[in-house]
């Protein structure tokens, strides 16, 4: 399955994470990732075991990105 497929198939679980406010596909080290971005990073050690986001979605790699609060101008 294509990254973007993958993408589609798998965005509303990930929105569905607390602190997450979008997602895309871009690039890390000139591959293709899954991004993931969230208004503040958060060490693992502080998440319940079912807020943590996966490293990959079938064989894709996530890359988690903080952006801050999203508000409207």
């Known amino acids: 399955m294509d990254i973007e497929a993958v993408l589609r198939k798998h965005e509303d679980a990930l929105l569905a994470y607390p602190?997450?406010?979008?997602?895309a596909i871009g690039k890390r080290a000139g591959r293709p990732v899954i991004k993931v971005m969230v208004s503040k990073k958060v060490p693992e050690?502080?998440?319940?075991?079912?807020q943590v986001l996966p490293r990959?979605?079938?064989?894709?790699?996530?890359?988690?990105e903080e952006i801050g609060e999203i508000t409207a101008q």
């Open 19 to 23: 602190n997450v406010n979008a997602v």
């Open 45 to 50: 050690s502080e998440l319940q075991q079912d």
């Open 56 to 64: 990959e979605l079938e064989g894709c790699p996530l890359d988690v």
